[in-house]
């Protein structure tokens, strides 16, 4: 009896073990299974996702003495200048220097239409004829106002065949020349609008308040990165919170130290309020531009007031400074 006994029990916990060791490899194979799946996802969405550089042409503003160029930014996508925020005084140099090129451009995004934001279009326009560049290059800016002609009339005043100040340039909006500037106007808005968008990058914008001139922040989104550009402004308008709403890099102007009031307040906003926006925002990386000799030197005082609001990460832009988005 005891024999048959221990053969019987030997039997049951052999199949239990036997089933006990299948079952564990099949959860093996299973946990196998998912883990290369998802490493296969991950290693795919890595490489569908493209290599982002921002990179600072002009990080200063209007004035001489600053040792800078006038306001500008320069977008790479997969090591190609794709899209350029505006191009003051001296960004000509600064492209040719980071060696971007013309032809591999899709977009120009004009915050505003003053001085130190767009002296070198004609420079860029001017200097295609020497390149292959062609198709078609798409201008985007802000409407008109008493103050400011809208970005459709002021790339007119500029190059139109025969009134144009330069209008020998005027095969560029006319369709013969190989390279031709398409104008798009922005109307005044106050909620977040798509402007362009072209594969995976999409283009979005907002009018923000520059004292009585015509202002537009840009959100420039690739993939699932995006990069905010708040151009000058003062934040009365409440805007520049909503485009930037979780962005990677906001790109704020710290044209203005602590206490600034009067014009230069109605123009452009405090540390105080950049801090206030990027902290609204959730942006994850704040960097501070148009820099100025009231500004420049004070790094630390603007810092200080910034972090009130903003615990993220702080950095001041110069001439050629570039950032990658991982
Ligand atoms: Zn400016």
Redesign the pocket.
């Known amino acids: 009896m005891l024999p048959y006994l221990c053969t019987r029990l030997l039997h049951k916990y052999s199949i239990h073990y036997l089933m006990c060791i299948v079952h564990a490899r099949t959860q093996r194979i299973e946990f196998m299974i998912n883990y290369f799946y998802m490493l296969a996802i991950t290693t795919l969405f890595a490489l569908s996702q493209p290599n982002i550089k921002l990179q600072v042409l002009g990080s200063g503003?209007?004035e001489s003495g600053d040792k800078r160029a006038?306001?500008s930014y320069l977008i790479w996508v997969d090591g190609k200048s794709k899209v350029l925020i505006?191009f003051?005084g001296g960004a000509s140099l600064r492209f040719e220097e980071v060696n971007a090129k013309i032809e591999d451009l899709d977009v120009i995004l004009l915050?505003?239409l003053?001085v130190?934001?767009t002296a070198d279009i004609p420079v860029l326009l001017k200097s295609s004829f020497f390149t292959r560049a062609s198709g078609n290059l798409h201008i985007y800016g802000p409407s008109n106002n008493d103050f400011m002609p809208s970005t459709q009339e002021f790339i007119e005043r500029l190059f139109e065949d025969n009134h144009g100040a330069w209008h020998y340039l005027g095969d560029h909006l006319d369709c013969k020349a190989r390279l031709q500037l398409k104008t798009h106007t922005i109307k005044d808005t106050r909620t977040v609008k798509s402007i362009y968008t072209q594969g995976n990058l999409h283009i979005s914008a907002i009018s923000v308040h520059h004292g009585p001139i015509p202002a537009i922040a840009y959100r420039v989104q690739i993939g699932n990165k995006s990069i905010t550009f708040s151009?000058?402004m003062n934040g009365d308008y409440h805007t520049l919170e909503k485009l930037a709403a979780g962005t990677d890099i906001l790109v704020a102007?710290n044209?203005v130290p602590k206490g600034a009031s009067g014009v230069a307040s109605k123009l452009h906003m405090t540390p105080n309020i950049i801090g206030q926006i990027a902290k609204q925002s959730k942006t994850k990386m704040l960097i501070l531009s148009?820099r100025m000799l009231r500004t420049l030197g004070k790094e630390a005082e603007s810092k200080r007031e910034i972090k009130k609001y903003y615990k993220g990460n702080i950095k001041f832009a110069n001439d050629k400074s570039y950032y990658m988005l991982k």
């Open positions: 503003g209007p006038s306001s505006d003051g915050t505003h003053h130190d934001h151009g000058d102007h044209a148009h």
